[in-house]
């Protein structure tokens, strides 16, 4: 009896669902404002980028990942973008990824189960560290459930030790893992034990590592060399409110700009310096709702330039007075990823939720950089009734999209 329910739902399908002809294009149905609209910016755009990376040696390389929507690779700065693969992968979802430092073919890719409220959500069974040596042509699994003790945990990212970077670090809900070698045949991990609960962020000031961690509730940040394996934790930080949603920071010559995302409170902007264990806040009420302390940089070709996402925007400030200097609009809202170009000290990149942006003049205009960034979020699909061959779907911060009949003469929204 089963068998033969199931051959008339098969020959049921064939018979009136639409023919397997991929040929059809899609077409807008509104809102109407394409990603590079100088008006209305908060309508536009293609859907939400997690994070854009530079390849330091040839800025051209750019990486742009999507926690639903997967890895893009652009070789021309951005002007165009093709998936890095991920459409091979199990989980096409990439919370992180990055380029090895001397080498623009080898990337490192974090694949994710689901996003986690704008966050990379746990790896599952599938998911893990990925590796390609090839540009994103193939990909290999170096680390996952197995390596980390569990596949219920997220990875926040990645960081490679300046003095050699072929020595890898993973931050992960599970603690802080290693490999003194990421080209390896076969990768060896090694978790650092000095460090308990889960590990947020990390940077470097020469081969001395911050890092901040949570554990039992508790925010930290810990200093330690990795050569001499040397670690102590700053007390300043522990001593705050522990109503903390993310620390995260930046270098800034030989000192550490703090960012302290409170669960409730205003955040915080702090200056911690090594040689006197000074720490001192700079920045009261900053507002960080969106990228998870991650817009948030110093600019590498004047030191003397901070910014940050407040609340749906940008703001840039002078250090160390934290007097705001005029920062242009024209981007969309809820900005994810700040990134300054590695050579052009005017060039500035972000990711938000309408895909990526790019800054030539210092933050005065911006202009879309999402061509080809395949990212769209798909919230729902329907099918219409009198013509099986149209299709309608919905889509996260990019509007409405129509499936047009196959020979692309039938008006289906409003006039052509």
């Not at 030191?303 to 242009?328: D, Q, V, W």
């Not at 972000?350 to 061509?371: F, P, Q, R, T, V």
């Amino acid at each position: 009896m089963k068998s033969i329910l199931l051959l008339v739902a098969l020959y049921s399908f064939f018979v009136y669902s639409q023919s397997w002809n991929y040929t059809g294009m899609w077409e807008n149905a509104g809102p109407n404002d394409k990603p590079d609209s100088p008006t209305n910016i908060s309508a536009a755009g293609v859907g939400p980028a997690e994070f854009v990376r530079i390849f330091k040696n040839n800025p051209n390389y750019l990486l742009a990942g999507s926690l639903s929507g997967g890895l893009f690779i652009s070789e021309d700065g951005g002007d165009s973008w093709l998936n890095a693969g991920s459409d091979s992968w199990d989980y096409s979802g990439c919370g992180w990824a990055d380029f090895h430092p001397e080498n623009k073919d080898i990337l490192f890719a974090y694949s994710n189960n689901a996003d986690n409220n704008g966050k990379p959500g746990k790896m599952g069974v599938k998911g893990g560290i990925l590796r390609t040596k090839d540009g994103g042509i193939s990909w290999e699994m170096i680390a996952g459930g197995t390596e980390f003790g569990t596949s219920k945990i997220a990875v926040y990212g990645f960081r490679f030790l300046p003095s050699n970077p072929n020595v890898l670090f993973i931050l992960s809900e599970a603690g802080l893992f290693y490999t003194k070698d990421c080209l390896a045949e076969k990768v060896s991990w090694i978790k650092y034990d000095g460090l308990n609960g889960s590990i947020y962020d990390m940077d470097f000031i020469e081969d001395v590592a911050y890092v901040s961690s949570l554990k039992q509730n508790k925010w930290s940040i810990h200093r330690f060399d990795f050569t001499s394996q040397k670690q102590e934790t700053i007390p300043q930080i522990e001593s705050l409110s522990d109503e903390k949603r993310s620390i995260t920071f930046e270098p800034l010559n030989e000192k550490l700009i703090v960012l302290i995302d409170y669960t409730k409170l205003g955040d915080e902007l702090w200056e911690y310096n090594p040689s006197d264990t000074a720490f001192n806040q700079l920045k009261s009420g900053v507002q960080v709702n969106f990228g998870s302390g991650h817009t948030f940089a110093v600019n590498p070709h004047n030191k003397s330039e901070i910014i940050i996402g407040n609340s749906i925007s940008l703001k840039r400030y002078a250090y160390p007075s934290m007097k705001e200097i005029k920062l242009g609009g024209g981007y969309h809202v809820d900005v994810e990823f700040v990134n300054y170009h590695p050579s052009d000290t005017n060039k500035i990149y972000i990711a938000c939720h309408g895909g990526i942006y790019l800054s030539e003049d210092k933050g005065a205009k911006w202009i879309s950089k999402s061509n080809g960034l395949g990212i769209a979020e798909v919230m729902g699909l329907d099918v219409s009734e009198s013509d099986p061959n149209q299709l309608v779907i919905g889509c996260f911060h990019d509007g409405s999209t129509v499936y047009a009949d196959y020979n692309k003469t039938e008006i289906i929204f409003g006039e052509r």
